[in-house]
DNA sequence: CATGAATGAGAATTCATTCAT
DNA sequence: TATGAATGAATTCTCATTCAT
């Protein structure tokens, strides 16, 4: 029930046609969630839950550089191949809808993420700045490709996917004090 | 008139409280624009017009990187005495609210802006990676900035956006081949 | 549901007063209807869908003077007795509001009515005019009879029905080449 | 200046409208008149001021059926002629939107038509029925024709409006008793 | 006399939510 | 548990009319 609403997005389509689109009756959606925002919500779960294992799926052993563009390339090919997903986390994150206490219920799901960049400021493989800044930064040009692909700007071939993932790792890598 | 608006916001506002914000009736606004669409639109140009202008302020001669460190600064900073274009720019990005149309118009107030990249990259200060490219890493950075600030995430201290600059220009200066 | 719609009338209504006469509100109407325009065409339907059979009910059999004066009696005491369909049926025609394509779809229901005429013709019992015209002026004859009713201009005694009736058949019967 | 409103026509327009294509401002139309229904009004009585003329020009001598057929001519033609005059004959009786008093003083204009029937009835050339009745049923018939023509239903050919006047001729005329 | 920006009540329509079946 | 007709507040937009210049 819930897949077939992440399927056709919410995006800001009215309750009257996501029902429509999923097949049930407004009704069985109203059984299920007591409001729209709720709906949102758990979406909203349902996706960022999957970020923390689909980013670091297959990371490879040991070279640090290798697992941050690995990362990148997780997060931006989830993207590209679930549309709907970007679409809805850029939905979401403009108005405030998400309660922050649900934001809040997340963070566990980002702790290896987390670590991950944490582990390399420690160990000096990246930039010694605010942990939330770096992370942003580095979010923030996956998305930036993503957007380019996604609006049709930029075909985003191999070698501009790449360059991207060297602006980004140029952008947050150690570079002595 | 059209100050008013502005400055009071769009946000998601409805047509009726915008026009008690404003302090003008509803029929006023009406009167001079044709639908909401096109108020949008005309806040869309205005701020937008702003952009080549203020980006573009105080650059300092010669160094190039100091010129990329002062645009930077000048987006940021515009955001940041700006909440309410940074809330709109935000806002109109997601659905595709613009019209192509309008976009394109916007254009010729971007070409001292793209000239310089361009420069840039001909001069051997900037990656040598696509245009539209190094542009949007670049805007997302100061984006990823400003949100972390608008959001209270970060306090963004001067070493906090000194770090951002830092990762922006590594993340776009040149690197040989 | 439709039938409150009728029997209230549309006249020039607002759907607001629409709603609270037909005692629904006016989110019910917009379930069944996408638009005033939709409401307005489906009760043009029924009305319309009426006549072909209204007209041409109790016909006597051979008489063809006296079939023409039933249809005649008919069509006028159609609109008597249903004075809202009559004020709908003027208010429609005035501004095309009325689709061409609906209008095209109640054709068939006439087709009866179109065949009498047509018959007469051939028979030469009608005048051999258009049939466009001689239908034209025939309906146009029993809705001046109506006006004057409706507008209490005339009490429309049984005389005076008679003389119109008798005007109409004069108009149209056959009077040799 | 009422001139131009006229030539535009007042159909269902909005003053605003109304006042652009009158090339004059909204206030200038409010100098001159109350509010719209003063406006309808104003028109309403030139175009049926010159009924009264118009039905009466060029009427032969003596022949009645003659003088007949042509008040029937010039009738139509004046409206084949005038179109939104038609049409806004045609928009004006709908809702009643003239007051009473504004149609009472109207009458005498028409004094010259009525006391043409009058005599026609008095002298054996029409039917002994109901002066109102004969009156609207031989304006209905010109009305007839017109709407044929207006909506482009028939070409209305020099023999298609001979016979619609033979209609209604036929319909009127004297028959004995 | 002429102007047209300003007004705001009222119209059409949308959509999250309820509730009887 | 499932349904979808019904609801009505909220939203966008229209238009006759006013009034300061």
Known sequence: MMELVVEQ??????????ARESNVAIGTIYHHFNNKKEIIEEIYKMIFKDYGVVLMTNLPEDDFKKQFETIW????????T??????FSEWVGVPPIIGDDVVEQMKPYYY?????????IK???LRN??????????????ISAVRLKDKG???MTE??????????????????E
């Open 9 to 18: 997005g919410v995006h800001a389509t009215p309750m009257s046609q996501l």
């Open 73 to 80: 390339m997780n997060l931006y090919n989830y993207f590209i």
């Open 82 to 87: 679930n549309p709907l997903a970007f679409k």
């Open 112 to 120: 290896n993420v987390r670590d991950f960049f944490l582990r390399g």
């Open 123 to 125: 160990e000096k493989k």
């Open 129 to 142: 700045i605010h942990l939330r800044l770096i992370v942003q930064i580095s979010y923030g040009n996956v």
């Open 153 to 155: 700007e930029l075909p």
């Open 159 to 176: 070698k501009q996917v790449q360059d991207a993932i060297d602006c980004s790792w140029d952008a947050v890598k150690y570079v002595g």
